[in-house]
């Protein structure tokens, strides 16, 4: 693949529009030297055929046309040109110049001039017709001087002005080249700066670059630079307190279940066999389900911008939820209930996850209410939210608790407290990764707790 240059591209996008406005540049300046050109011509030609214009007059009634040497002085230069000239009675007949000069298209009116193109002698020949009233009763009428010269001077005259021209705007461009590439350097050094910090940088230092040293137009750039910096970072803080927290508390279940494995190990007896297994599978049930909340918790953690999305029925999603934790409500005698007010309760959100978050609220309110209590979750609309509130008839949570039941594996003041103190951690930072809100707060009446979890609800355009 070819490799392109920032500053080369720069440069072109500043010399070819430049060149293409010298080049009109230089097509209107050839156009300005031709009418130069010509305008020095036909005043030359047009002063000269007055000067021998002036010189007729009759002698004896016969016309005489002496040409004054002035008339083709003025033609001087150092490119000599052919100086033709014809002069013409009233009657037609040639009293001065060449005869085989052509006369022009038509007849100069008045005294205004007639500029025409010719030859002579198979030479172009730009000319100038005037005419000349006369006074006299034998030769009344208008006598005609034709003027012409060779094109030598005029071209060298228009080449000349045109070269002049095209040379200052050659000459503009290669300026304008220069400082472009020397402006271009200066402008793009704090880039090649930045690339330089960012190759010799050690991959494991991830602190920000210095957004005031670029342009404004490159802070949107550094900025984005250290935003993905800040992504990565929280990203492996993520993962660096997963595996913190699956080591630490995954260690203490092996520890126990490698006790209790001994312990089945030794012992004779079968009954006793019989209940140590039974001790195993509780432990083992209760690592699958620290696995199963440190799983949710560190998805949970990649954030809103990482996660899949899509529109979800909500009022579905904590139905299903809720019979799959039906079996452990009758276990515990409890009476959970569902309450919907209506269909239409969408949210964009990751549908596993906000099962997870449904699961984790209801088994938090099942596992702090004594038996014969009650559970009971609801789902409306409040506004521009979706409210899923569940409510039991617990021991309700104590003021200084209402924050720190959030924290990972805080399990509250309560003795006899149960779980992983995982749950509400997970639940605030599912809410979270969707843009919502959760609180607790005591149950009225008392005795029970109240969480409410609110998620914004969907809008066609979110899609």
């Known amino acids: ?27 209107t300046t050839y156009k300005n030297a031709e009418e130069t050109a010509n ?9 000269s055929a007055r000067v021998i214009a002036e010189n007729i ?23 000599p040109d052919r100086v033709v000239y014809r002069v013409t009675t009233p009657r037609g007949q040639v009293i001065a110049g060449y005869p085989d000069v052509i006369a022009p298209p038509g007849q100069p009116a008045d005294l205004n001039p007639v500029y025409f193109e010719t030859t002579f002698r198979d030479q172009p020949v730009h000319a100038v017709a005037i005419a000349q009233p006369m006074v006299s009763k034998q030769n009344p009428g208008n006598a ?8 030598r001077g005029h071209d060298k005259l228009m080449t000349g002005l045109w070269l002049k021209a095209l040379r200052d705007q050659v000459l503009l461009v290669a300026a304008a080249g220069l400082l472009g590439v020397f402006g271009l350097r200066r402008g793009l050094a704090p880039i090649l700066r930045l690339r330089n910090d960012v190759m010799e940088r050690d991959p494991a230092e991830l602190k920000p670059f210095a957004a005031d040293t670029v342009q404004s137009e490159l802070r949107p750039l550094v900025e984005a630079l250290n935003e993905g910096f800040n992504r ?8 660096r307190r997963f595996v913190a927290n699956a080591a630490h508390q995954l260690r203490t279940p092996l520890a126990l279940l490698k006790t209790q494995v001994s312990v089945g190990l030794r012992e ?12 195993v599978d509780m432990s083992v049930d209760g690592m699958a389900r620290l696995s199963n909340q440190l799983l949710s ?11 899949m999305k899509s529109s979800v029925d909500f009022s579905a999603v904590a139905r299903d939820a809720l019979e799959g934790l039906a079996q452990a409500a009758l276990s515990r005698n409890i009476d959970l209930g569902f309450e919907s007010e209506g269909d239409d309760l969408i949210v964009w959100g990751h549908p596993t996850l906000l099962r997870e978050l449904v699961v ?22 409040d506004a521009s939210w979706i409210v899923l509130q569940v409510e039991d008839t617990g021991p309700g949570i104590a003021e200084g608790d209402k924050e720190k039941v959030f924290e990972r594996f805080y399990r509250g003041s309560e003795p006899d407290s149960e779980g992983t103190g995982l749950g509400l951690a997970i639940v605030r930072e599912i809410v979270s990764s969707h843009d919502g809100e959760i609180a607790l707060a005591n149950r009225k009446p008392l005795p029970g707790l109240s969480a409410q979890a609110k998620l914004p609800a969907y809008q066609a355009a979110q899609a």
């Open 57 to 79: 007059r009759e002698n004896d009634g016969v016309l005489e046309a002496p040409i004054p040497p002035a008339a083709l002085e003025m033609f001087a230069s150092d490119q």
């Open 144 to 151: 005609m001087v034709a003027v012409g010269q060779t094109l």
């Open 232 to 239: 990565i970072q929280r990203q492996m803080a993520t993962q």
């Open 360 to 381: 984790n609220v209801v088994d938090n309110a099942l596992r702090y209410t004594p038996q014969g209590g009650s559970v009971t979750a609801r789902i409306g609309r």
């Open 268 to 279: 004779r007896d079968i009954g006793t066999k019989d209940e140590i297994l039974a001790a």
């Open 1 to 27: 693949m070819a490799t392109r240059s920032l500053q080369r591209e720069l440069l072109a996008w500043l010399v070819v529009p430049l060149t293409a406005v010298v080049s009109f540049n230089v097509w």
């Open 39 to 47: 305008l020095i011509t036909d005043r030359t030609l047009l002063a």
């Open 297 to 307: 918790l560190a998805r949970a953690e990649q954030g809103s911008s990482s996660l």
